[in-house]
């Protein structure tokens, strides 16, 4: 009886210390968040992507060129992401520093490469 309360004990303990080691799930499917600046910008890139931050009005002269590149990030976006946002939405407001923002966001989160 002893040997068997013993032998459970140490599989239990096995196994929990297995699940902590593994790390878990982290949620979100971020990887390595950057440091520094490019935590920065990481972050940035995050809060546009999540229409956290108010933005400009449009600027008509960025419009044109922020709606390509817009499009093209829809574009390497996953399916499920790209019902949930719509980032053409968003051209012509934003700053240069914040659509760089964006992509590098977007390269981290969704690990794809973007063409520029």
Partial sequence: MFKTI???????????????????????????????????????????????????????TKEANQSDRLEYLQGVLPNSEKRRVYLPELAGKLTEDQITALEYFITIRFNVKVEK
């Fill in 6 to 60: 013993f032998l459970s004990i140490l599989i239990l303990l096995t196994i929990q210390s297995g699940i902590i080691a593994s790390g878990g799930f982290s949620g979100g499917g971020v990887g390595q968040i950057p440091q520094g600046k490019d935590r920065e910008k990481f972050h940035l890139g995050k809060a546009i992507y999540n229409q956290e931050i108010e933005l400009k009005e449009i600027d008509k």
